[in-house]
């Protein structure tokens, strides 16, 4: 996808002086042989590092092949001081892992000792103040340590975009909104840049392409062979076509120190009665492509898409955690997949949610705004939405957020967006979330978290997780087991 970091991860071997070096090379090279037979790409720090002036070698190694992440690698216990004096400098994402025995025969001389190296490498870790990723079992053989090491270059992924990001703001937060306004003091804290422009900024830039007939031409063309017959305004294509190009101009002009950017973009109802449009569907085929456009000005919203789409290098979308389920749409015999069907609720937006994640998908309007604004009359200014049922598949809610008091909190849940025609208008679809009711009510009520959600199209807990706690947020909230109560809630009422 287009606005993501290239990972190129480097396993740096590392070995105390006591044991012989060639136990780290000969189980660095056992891992780098399993990695090339899973085709995991991944590259091979030529110093083993004993001491620190090895960690100083190995880092200059690293600056000068574009090591970007990094796997500690304990052949044997391993030196904790020059090791992460090397995490350290580097700077980047990094994790550990260590060697677990081969066999017998090699207790009675070359026993590398991994379980005290994990422990004293943490230990340096705490001392340094460092973000290091330890999995949950960080003593491996070559084939679990290439596993460790394809889910790490996601969860690096992920930091990297966000320490490399931009989020550009069009317009102020409507007023009935206010849910999606929150401090962005969070948001510099984690190495995101934020820039706040004016609608009128995109307004102006939107009829500066007006003579750019050629590209608008060129991306009509591209609408029409992804709508193919689905399409009932061929004559709105032009103007839809002049405001993508609009705002990948401004992508690609302002972008300026970041290597990445998203749009959190103000669409209602101003919008319609300047720009004579709605931008559901542009907002879908940027979202599709790598770069969320966050509907309502949501930048923690643009932000949480942008994670999710680094976690799974897929499309993602942003809906409203929006309303409950009737009896009378479930069809007999359906599979909740885990959920009860308490735990169901509709995902829903205007009109955003790209095309490939779409079940008989087509471009419509957005039928609040042609009441609101047209009376219910001929849509005109409402048109522009891409409709449709969300695919059956695994999917990922989530969400990162600041609260009033500018401290970062999250959550994840994992789950499927279900088979069930939604009857109804917008991208939406019937999610069904294990313990979502619960979770409902006492993390997003609770904590007050705003009606929108992030979601991928696969099962990526483990990675945000993973990746939210390198970035130093704490406060990570998931679904508790039955029986299992969260604070707050009332024993009694289970």
């Known amino acids: 996808m287009l606005n993501q970091a290239v990972v190129k991860l480097a396993v740096v071997g590392v070995s105390r002086d006591c044991f012989p070096a060639s136990l780290t090379k000969k189980r660095v090279a056992a891992v780098m042989a399993e990695a090339k ?15 620190e002036t090895d960690a100083m070698k190995a880092l200059a190694w690293a600056k000068e092949n574009g090591v970007n992440a990094c796997c500690m690698f ?16 580097f700077g980047g994402p990094t994790m550990v892992l260590a060697a677990k025995e081969e066999n017998k025969a090699v207790l009675a001389s070359d026993r590398g000792d991994a379980l005290c190296g994990v422990l004293n490498f943490s230990y340096n870790v705490g001392l340094r103040r ?50 999606c306004n929150a401090p962005i003091q969070p948001l ?31 991306i009509v063309k591209d609408m029409q062979k992804e709508l193919g017959k689905k399409c009932p305004y061929p004559d709105l294509l ?41 931008p559901c569907y542009v907002n879908s085929r940027l979202t599709g492509r790598g770069i969320p456009v966050a509907c309502e000005v949501d930048l923690y919203g643009a932000v949480s898409e942008y994670m999710v789409e680094c976690a799974t290098e897929k499309p993602a979308t942003l809906l409203d955690i929006n309303n409950s389920v009737p009896d009378d749409i479930l069809p007999k015999g359906l599979k909740l997949a885990g959920a009860e069907k308490r735990d169901l609720y509709m995902g829903f937006h205007c009109g955003n949610t790209c095309s490939a994640c779409l079940k008989n998908c087509g471009m419509k309007y957005q039928l609040i705004m042609n009441r609101g604004l047209e009376g219910g009359g001929k849509p005109v200014i409402s048109r522009g939405t891409m409709e449709g049922q969300i695919k059956p598949s695994d999917t990922t809610m989530f969400r990162l957020q600041s609260n009033s008091d500018s401290k970062l909190v999250s959550y994840i849940a994992h789950g499927q967006f279900l088979d069930v025609n939604p009857h109804s208008f917008g991208s939406l679809g019937v999610a069904a979330i294990p313990g979502f009711a619960r979770f409902y009510r006492h993390v997003l009520i609770q904590k ?10 696969e099962k990526c807990g483990k990675v945000l997780f993973e990746a939210l ?26």
């Open 448 to 457: 007050r978290f705003p009606h929108h959600g992030a979601f991928g199209f």
């Open 188 to 218: 510099f804290d984690l190495g995101v840049n934020v820039q706040e422009n004016s609608e009128l900024d995109l307004f102006e830039h939107f009829h500066k392409m007006a003579s750019r007939t050629a590209e608008i031409d060129a």
């Open 130 to 179: 460092l973000k290091v990723y330890i999995p949950e079992y960080p003593v491996v053989n070559p084939k679990e340590a290439v596993a460790e090491l394809k889910d790490f270059i996601k969860i690096a992924r992920v930091v990297i975009g966000i320490k490399n990001l931009k989020v550009f703001g069009f317009g102020p937060r409507p007023y009935d909104f206010l849910a």
């Open 74 to 89: 304990l052949g044997n216990f391993g030196p904790e001081g020059p090791t992460t004096l090397f995490v350290q400098k």
């Open 238 to 278: 032009p103007q839809l076509a002049q405001f993508e190009l609009a705002l990948m101009d401004w992508y690609g002009k302002q972008r300026g120190a970041a290597e990445y950017a998203v749009f959190a973009n103000k669409c209602w109802p101003a919008f319609q009665t300047s720009f004579h449009f709605v």
């Open 37 to 51: 037979k899973a085709k995991v790409d991944v590259v091979d720090c030529p110093v083993t590092i004993e001491n």
């Open 469 to 494: 706690k390198l970035l130093g947020v704490e406060d990570i909230n998931t679904p508790k087991p039955a029986g299992e109560l969260y604070a707050g809630e009332n024993p009694f009422a289970v």
